[in-house]
């Protein structure tokens, strides 16, 4: 099997669950509280019968399940959300204005986990057993089990209220026009407090995967044969031990980003980030069903396209499954 | 069972946990008793801090609720929920996962393609939908969990049962004459319980913490006092009285770290020969 | 002769909680250049940690406590880490017993030999790669400029170890030392990888160290032989007279118990059938979804054979020779695609789900892996009593059959209140076959029901299963990759090859006058056939 069949494969994978993903919002939309029609009517101010019944028809919302199903599918293949009622704009428009704050805060974080995670991982399990290695480990199941939102807003207390050394919310100082390297670390400043609660959680994950990657790596055999040549340590740690034990870290990392997309829901929020997390949010409390879904599908066909990129990174890596056992 | 208690209880981590998680619950039951008002009852003047009025020791919110009783209140929802939402996502994953392992072929397919496509959707976020839709109650949002926690049991009860099914016990079995459920049920799952209950504890302290994030972003039951919801309610005024959310993030912490530890714990002592490789 | 490597006084602890303090303890010997010398013993004798500690190699809690190490000149055992590294690949290489995971499974394989002219500053990268190619020629691999460039997946098991080989090599060391390296291969490729050390031994002039628990194997190569027992040699020779002419009483009942080639003459058949298997076949096809072809392997190919009442028939094959698929489809744990499966005239393979759940108590086996086949949650009444109750047995009943059994294959009736782990693997394989025998089958099938115990209990298991068939009459099924094994217990013996049953007779005719070259290389492969077995 070669690359370009493996590729085509995944990527016909990906449709096929963005397809029922798409088929699941449907049917949250339509399990939605209230009828959509009374929603809108009562949003535009003019709840009356007559133009509720006009919306319904409008919207196709007279026509049988299938018709509607139809109608939304192709109305997402069009990259047609729906409209939002309280933001009177198109969803896709609000979410495609709040993507690449999201995009900058969860690929930061995700980053900057993966590398604190490995390289605490690894430090880690060197030292196996010692002192620093007890500090890591206990550190780590600290960060695990603390709660992300609790952790933003203590951050906002420590460092931004009491130190003042960063920003508490937005992701630029309103009204100070700052342009180039200004405006770059303005940004960078702000992004400190958000990327690195969002990225904590996750960090620890990565580092306790890396920790016992590496610990059970060490134990094969193959590490044995590598000291039976005579190498030296460092060199079997680097070239032996390590590509083994990162190889599923950073394939289940991966895996695992999508859930940065929920908790940038939480730490967007906090910190009054202007992604789609806190667009999430605000529709939400608006009860702004619409939005609120729209987002959902962005969200998780971002996840989709980010693990076939993982899964496509993997098989370049991994002799194994690339190659297909020729020989 | 004793060289159960005591792998367990060489685990020092473990029995820290074990003896927070004994207090929250002792909190959880007796906090009728404790504070019999309910914990939304306004008591005394608002913001009070921690310690400087006698009977309110953790002192008051905006509003002039006894925090004290807010937490104690509060400990028995994220308990109930964390237990039965865990529950729940077993009663989907066990049997799913076992029916995938043992049958295989095309029902290891169709159950492993729906489990995938669960696990690949933001658990999160599907949570947030799920109970923004559903309307915000006790139940619903316990649902909402369950739902968005049950892939992973799946898939690791697949996973055991793929291997179990492989041992010849099972085969010894099938050649006593035993039915196909019999087998699955007497012979495999039995097997596959340590992984599972381990599993469940570190389920129940994801599900606490995304119980309070729920309650937090304002999806908690309106009626029910809730961590996540005191953390939230004071997060407009985090500038002037931090320990307003500083406090029931401290419970949670601690509830979810207990019950990581006890995970380990019980990891230890299930599996002595995993365990033995980790350390 | 002078040796190259003479250790003194060695011993080496184990940790705490252990079940002996020491793993080996007052190990004396001399290696000589040139000669294999063979430490033989049963798992847990210490065998391969004493060849760990010289390699500076051993587990993380286990310590040289006490003894020296002469190599060269020098004590190993003393010498700095950094000395002994540069020691290890260079004078002394290793290889071991599990070719798959004793190599990097992301590196090639050209890489991973020339890594170790690196680990000792040999020569440039592509002087290294020139060097890694005569080894990999040296070694016998075929196609040398793929293999270089092949993933260790890419290869067979004999292929693999060929590559460990000439990785050890490289640095031509005066000291090889192997460890159990053929013990995962099937025959007629240990007879190759036996022959190949050999040859390399004696180009190379290299003092080896051998590592193996079966007397075959040291018959075939041995020049010295070493006996462990508990961490202690209880033996120590030439191998001619370690074979011909042992002193310890532990080595007498070793060499008593490797199956020797001495045949039996076997029972005269009887006329009568259990079983009789027509034109079976099944073929595995994996499943190439969209974008992969399918592949099929035809695992069993149209065999046809019988059993006779009372008659022990042995199928004897290598791994992938279809031996298993045929005794597990006979008891339709697999689906044959065709043919019939005839029990006293009635076809197992066209019953229904339902009837053959009532007719699974005529055929029973008794299975390969002792720590496995027993359900660690239930206790042996239980794992033993299942059966005859599900068929409808009283309960009472059942259970004082179980404990006579328990009786009957030499344990006591109170192992039934225990469970599984409380029993050691020739302990489990009696209640194994106990477990068979509670269902009064009509036919047994045994796969290679011996083949994970140490020679010693394989002895013991043997008798036991030799007795029983005859005091009982019982008609077997005994599937092994062990000729000797099969020679010993079997009236007929079946040999298989690709799916394919090519020659099956009298064990006489079969060992003595085989008609195919398949057989007739099995036969020569099988190491130690000259020496013969103990008298």
Known sequence: MDIVTAIVGRLLKAVITLLMIVILNFFLIHAAPGDPAAVMAGEAGAADAKYIAQLREQFGLDQPLMVQFWNYVSGVLQLDLGYSYRQQMPVLDLILERLPATLILTLTAFGMSLLLGIVFGLAAAARQGKWSDTVITSLSLLFYATPLFWVALMAVVLFSVKLGWFPAFGYETVGADYVGFQMVLDRLKHLVLPAFTLGLFFMAVYLRMTRSSVLEVSQMDFVKTARAKGLQENVIRRRHILRNALLPVVTLAGLQAGQLVGGAVLTETVFAWPGIGRLMFESLTARDYNTLLGVFLISAAMVILFNVVTDLVYRLIDPRIGAGGAA | ?279 | MDSVLSIRDLAISLPPGADRDYAVQNIEFDLTPGEILCVVGESGSGKSMTANALMGLLPDLVHVTRGEAFFEGRDVLALPDAERRKLRGDRIGMIFQEPMSALNPLMRIGDQIAETYEAHGRYTPSERRERALDLIREVGLPEPEKIIRAYPFQLSGGQRQRAMIAMALAMDPAVLIADEPTTALDVTTQAQILDLIKSLQERHGMAVMFITHDFGVVAEIADQVIVMRYGEIVEQGGAAQVLENPQHDYTKALLAAVPSDVVPSGQETSEQHVLEVRDLRKTYKTRGGLFKATREVRAIDGVSFTVGKGEVLGIVGESGSGKSTVGRSIVRLVEADSGQILLDGEDMNALSTEELRSARRRVQMIFQDPYASLNPRKKILSAISEGPITMGTPVAEAHARARDLLETVGLDASAADRYPHEFSGGQRQRIGIARALAMDPDLIIADEAVSALDVSIQAQVLELLRDLQQRLHLSLLFITHDLRVAAQLCDRIAVMQHGKLVEIGSVAEVFLSPKQDYTRNLLAAVPGTEWGGAA
């Open chain 2, 1 to 279: 069972m004793k060289d159960f208690f005591k792998r367990f209880s060489r685990n020092r981590g473990a029995l820290i946990g074990l003896f927070i998680l004994v207090v929250v619950i002792l909190v959880a039951v007796f906090a009728p008793l404790l504070y019999p008002d309910s914990p939304w009852k306004m008591v005394q003047r608002p913001f009070l801090a921690p310690f400087s009025v006698d009977g309110f020791p953790l002192g008051t919110d905006t509003l002039g609720r006894d925090v004290a009783a807010g937490l104690a209140h509060g400990a028995r929802v994220s308990l109930i929920v964390g237990l039965v939402s865990t529950l729940v996502a077993l009663l989907i994953g066990v049997p799913l996962g076992a029916l995938a392992g043992f049958y295989g072929g095309l029902v290891d397919d169709g159950a492993m393609r729906f489990t995938e496509f669960f696990q690949t959707i933001p658990n999160f976020a599907l949570a947030i939908v799920l109970v923004a839709i559903m309307e915000p109650t006790l139940p619903t949002i316990t649902l909402a969990i369950a739902i968005v926690s049950w892939p992973p049991v799946a898939r690791l009860v697949r996973a055991e049962v793929l291997s179990l099914r492989r041992r010849e016990f099972v085969d010894a079995a099938r050649l006593a004459g035993l039915s196909n459920m019999r087998i699955l049920f007497g012979h495999i799952l039995p097997n596959a319980m340590s992984p599972i209950i381990v599993m469940a504890s570190l389920m129940v302290a994801t599900a606490i913490l995304l119980e309070s994030s729920l309650s937090f972003l304002g999806l908690g039951d309106p009626n029910i006092m809730s961590w996540g919801y005191m953390i939230g309610a004071a997060r407009t005024v985090i500038r002037n009285a931090w320990w307003l959310s500083f406090i029931p993030g401290v419970a949670i912490l601690m509830t979810v770290l207990a019950l990581n530890l006890i995970g380990e714990g019980l990891n230890d002592a299930l599996n002595p020969r995993l365990a033995r490789k980790g350390r």
